[in-house]
């Protein structure tokens, strides 16, 4: 079984900044990439940001210069992170961490969190 775990939503006014943390763990042979997708209500989920197991990161134009995808230097831990800063009332929504993984023949599988609240105050 594979476990992808978040953390780190909450309240925050308007130009604040949060840090959403993300945990991969269980029977992983290897992980291709993991990222944020975000799902506000009456909208359809979106991908946020991604980082592939070389580094190349991708994000959406609407966060692209105040969000920021890094990855635990010791990547055996499976971690990666979400730097939110000028965070606006538009970037409320439930983030979603997702993991994308290979088995040993090579067949792709998805995991996602549950998920964890970011409401943002105007």
């Known amino acids: 079984q594979v476990h992808v775990v978040e953390s780190g939503g909450g309240l925050v006014q308007a130009g604040g900044s949060l840090r959403l943390s993300c945990a991969t763990s269980g029977s992983i042979f290897r992980i291709n990439a993991m990222g944020w997708y975000r799902q506000a209500p009456g909208k359809q989920r979106e991908l946020v940001a991604q980082i592939t197991a070389a580094g190349s990161t991708t994000y959406a134009i609407s966060v692209k210069d105040r969000f920021t995808i890094s990855r635990d230097r010791d990547n055996a831990k499976n971690t990666v992170y979400l730097q939110m800063n000028s965070l606006k009332p538009e970037d409320t929504a439930v983030y979603y961490c997702?993991?994308?993984?290979?088995?040993?023949?090579?067949?792709?599988?998805?995991?996602w969190g549950q998920g964890t609240q970011v409401t943002v105050s105007s």
């Open positions: 997702n993991t994308q993984t290979a088995d040993f023949l090579r067949r792709p599988h998805d995991y």
